[in-house]
Antibody, heavy 118, light 111 residues
């Protein structure tokens, strides 16, 4: 059974760094793209970035490039989303998703709630 | 990347059929038969209900169907049930150099 299990909720202050994770199981992790999707409170879904774990090829939504970093460790079947300096506007639920062929989302993680507040 | 355009809300009575449109451009919906639809209930991760315009994953009711004409994709839900009340998002591939794009979402109310 394909599963994407994300790390738990985070509460941070503006300016702090953060790393959230998404661990895949039940499939060949390195051979499928993993994407990160942001959902601000009460709002819609936004693609942030995609990574192919086998060679770490990355595609960013231009709106998020430079704001976050995406990485993956195929030895532990885990993808990461990282911030070096959080802002209040980063408060949202973040979902990871498996993307086959870089074009079709077929599985979602359960989401990680990030709250940034002073 | 501008979002795909969806109506903010639609509603219908149990047993009726409704359709949700998703309008993009010739750079996304119009070029690729790679449109997906997701259902999201409050507090839960989205779930794929349609992929590649009109294909249903295993376990998804055949009351859900998808289609596309030009730059507009559509999701039709027939025989509305109370459990269909949720937010629905469309998504399109936008080419190998970019990430895809979501629609703004449509809230379905079952009256």
């Amino acid at each position: 059974e394909v599963q994407l299990v994300q790390s738990g909720p985070e509460v941070k202050k503006p300016g702090e760094s953060l790393n959230i994770s998404c661990k895949g199981s039940g499939y060949a992790f390195a051979g499928y793209w993993i994407g990160w999707v942001r959902q601000p409170p009460g709002k819609g879904l936004e693609w942030m970035a995609l990574i192919y774990p086998d060679d770490s090829d990355i595609k960013y939504n231009p709106s998020f490039q430079g704001q976050v970093a995406i990485s993956a460790d195929k030895s532990t079947n885990t993808a990461y989303l990282q911030w070096s300096s959080l802002k209040a506007s980063d408060s949202a639920i973040y979902y990871c998703a498996r993307v086959y062929g870089a074009h079709t989302i077929d599985y979602w993680g359960q989401g990680t709630l990030v709250t940034v507040s002073s | 990347q501008p979002a795909l355009t969806q109506p903010a809300s639609v509603s219908g009575s149990p047993g009726q059929s409704i359709s949700i449109s998703c309008t993009g451009t010739s750079s996304d919906v119009g070029t690729y038969n790679l449109v997906s639809w997701f259902q999201q209930h409050p507090g839960i991760a989205p779930k794929v209900i349609i992929y590649e315009v009109n294909k249903r994953p295993s376990g998804i009711s055949n009351r859900f169907s998808g289609s596309k004409s030009g730059n507009t994709a559509s999701l039709t839900i027939s025989g509305l049930q109370a459990e269909d009340e949720a937010d629905y998002y469309c998504y399109s591939y936008t080419g190998s150099r970019t990430v895809g794009v979501f629609g703004g979402g449509t809230k379905l109310t079952v009256l």
